[in-house]
């Protein structure tokens, strides 16, 4: 009863919700607070009753002697990502009361955010690739619905159709290695794929193409190099969506679908294309993170590049560092965007960091509980971020298959983390109000609909922080290798004891000198190449427009319009051709028929003859 609540209830949640809000808005977000509560409660009844895996056998329909299942699947894994899924899902609908009851369409916002629920628990309880692609595509749809929401409004409704065509491309992957799955195992069941490449029983070379195919779909979804220009443009949509999906829940699919399929992964040997690639995106986003203007797109960066550094750990071995920091992530992470909705709101949907300043006063809380995130984030002691990232950068440094380019490039991102989030924190808190108008008209707000959510989640990623060991050996069954983090962590923490420094004298004490340095050439070509996120965003629409569009597009075009229609074309003068010739055997004179049939029928006797012959 409790599983079929879980993922049932979602969709016809969103359909209730949808029906209410239009006879009255208010009932639109009371049912879905109620439907929040609800799933996180069947969630908590599941984790506490836990004791071996549930397993559903579903069969979706059957062609010949094929079948093709849509079974259930939950362990420690996927429960651990249905706590994230409906508890940051019911906290993130309890603040869009406050931050969404002056939108006019609430029926609709809240039965979208419902649907993507749902989309992401079918997804992380999948037994078969099958029930996870449909869960894949529901939040891909879901994505899109709540990125447009503001659809009335060309920007929203852009980055809707940008998200949608950059995981799409990503999609098509997935599709293509469910495809060669079952072609080359027979089946769709990620216990038995497993079990299978474990033990060798699938060809080396078509794993690695299907592990690759299968990286390439997680990141379209996860937002990783070259395909995140799509989850920056996605801040277009309401900070809430942003928090749930685009921060701490959507976006962890890519990872999970590695982790679930980590043992193919290991046996396929190609974890190290996924360290590879997750390394070089959490630099470029760490880096582009720096010099953001917009609060939301300074996380968004940062999404980007903590994302990275959980598929970096996937990638050197630790399926526990990976799996911790993407549940430490997914709680800092929506505590800081939900605490820029906050302030964003409190500013009359100001997100301009440097017309802010001060704002510890009016927002005291606020300002607080986002300290907490950002003090997590940057990897401080004793909050949860310290443990999964310091780890995931030791992991980088002591394993043999990394090169010194990959733990170089996950070092400087880490690092980094303290110096964009110190700056975001400093530059909207601390100081002297930049924009004293602005600052005039900053309202608090309320404490049970915004801060009690804030609290919440500052909270749990206080006692995250006390149980590291434990959840990564609920997770994976594997613990951290805390003896390098004894060597490790005093360099770590003086490194960032200085970066905080620097970003104190440069965004508090000695403004002039920050100005004079930002005012140089080389600095302001730095500053374009890193707030335009190294052009990854440019030089793909170049290549859509001029390649595929501008040479492969225009060239079948010119095929279809010369070869294609030309042949079609060609018939008719040819047929005209063939009749006016026959028509010239034809004519009204008696003789010239009768001399046509005698010549006819010569022609036949000759070779009537020449065969008997």
């Known amino acids: 009863m409790t599983l079929t609540v879980l993922l049932l209830l979602p969709f016809v949640g969103a359909l209730l919700t949808f029906i209410a809000g239009k006879m009255k808005a208010s009932l639109a977000f009371w049912l879905a607070e109620v439907i929040g509560l609800i799933l996180f409660a069947a969630t908590l009844i599941l984790f ?13 329909f059957s062609f010949g002697h094929n079948t093709l299942p849509f079974g259930i699947y939950i362990d420690h894994l996927s429960l651990v990502m249905l706590l994230i899924a409906t508890g940051l899902g019911a906290l993130d609908i309890h603040f869009a009361h406050d931050y969404m009851k002056e939108d006019p ?94 033990n060798g029983a699938i060809d080396s070379g078509v794993s690695f193409v299907i592990a690759i195919f299968i990286f390439v779909a997680a990141i379209g979804k996860s937002g990783q190099f070259p395909l995140f220009p799509w989850l920056m443009r996605a801040m277009e949509g309401p900070t809430t969506v942003s928090a749930l999906i685009h921060g701490a829940t959507m976006v962890n699919s890519g990872i999970y679908i590695v982790a679930r399929m980590f043992d193919f992964y290991v046996a396929a040997d190609a974890l190290v294309i996924v360290a590879a690639v997750a390394s070089l995106s959490a630099f470029i986003g760490a880096s582009s993170a720096l010099v953001q203007s917009e609060i939301k797109k300074v996380l968004a960066y940062s999404t980007m590049s903590h994302l990275s550094l959980a598929f970096i750990g996937l990638g050197v071995g630790s399926l526990a560092a990976g799996m911790t920091h993407l549940t430490n992530h997914a709680v800092f992470k929506a505590l ?47 909050l949860s971020g310290y443990f999964s990232k310091d780890a995931i950068l030791v992991d980088s440094l002591v394993n043999p298959q990394t090169n010194g380019l990959i733990s170089t490039l996950t070092i400087i991102a880490g690092l980094l983390s303290i110096a964009y ?78 970066i905080a420094f620097v970003i104190y004298k440069f965004y508090l004490a000695n403004t002039e000198a920050r100005d004079k340095l930002a005012a140089q050439p080389l600095m302001k070509a730095l500053h374009q190449l890193l707030f335009n996120g190294y052009y990854v965003e440019r030089m793909i629409t170049w290549f859509a427009k ?46 010239n028929q009768a001399g046509a049939m005698m010549l006819g029928a010569l022609l036949i006797i000759s070779i009537l003859l020449i065969k008997g012959l």
Do not use: C
Request: proline share 3%; hydrophobic share 55%.
């Open 48 to 60: 506490s009753s836990y004791t071996e895996p549930i397993v559903v056998n579903i069969t979706w």
């Open 105 to 198: 369409d609430q029926a609709r916002y809240y039965a979208k955010v419902l649907f993507f629920i749902g989309g992401m628990i079918l997804l992380v309880t999948a037994k078969e690739l099958t029930a996870l692609f449909v869960g894949w595509e529901f939040m891909g749809l879901a994505s899109y619905l709540l990125i447009s929401f503001w659809h009335q409004n060309s920007a929203p409704a852009d980055a809707g159709v940008s998200a949608f065509l950059y995981t799409r491309f990503g999609d098509i992957f997935l599709f293509a290695a469910l495809g060669l799955l079952f072609y080359y195992t027979g089946t769709l069941d990620l216990q038995k794929i497993n079990a299978l490449a474990s």
């Open 336 to 382: 800081l965007f939900l605490g820029a909705g906050a302030v964003i709101m409190s500013a009359h949907h100001t997100k301009d960091l440097w017309k802010f300043g001060g704002a510890y006063k009016m927002l005291t809380l606020v300002a607080i509980f986002m300290g907490i995130g950002a003090l997590s984030l940057s990897g401080i002691p004793p």
């Open 421 to 498: 989030i110190g700056r975001l924190w400093v530059l909207i808190f601390a100081g002297k109000p930049r924009d004293k108008a602005l600052n005039e008209k900053m309202t608090t707000p309320s404490k049970f609909w915004i801060s009690l959510p804030l609290g919440i989640m500052a909270l749990v990623t206080i006692v995250l922080g006390f149980f590291q060991t434990p959840l990564a050996e609920y997770i994976t069954g594997e613990a951290f290798e805390e003896v390098h983090l004894a060597y490790f962590a005093p360099l770590l923490l003086g490194t960032m004891a200085l």
């Open 546 to 591: 001029s390649v595929v569009v501008g040479f492969v597009a225009r060239t079948i075009a010119w095929l279809e319009h010369h070869v294609v229609d030309g042949a079609v074309n060609a018939t008719v003068g040819l047929s005209s051709a063939i009749v006016a010739r026959l028509s010239q055997t034809h004519s009204h004179r008696i003789s």
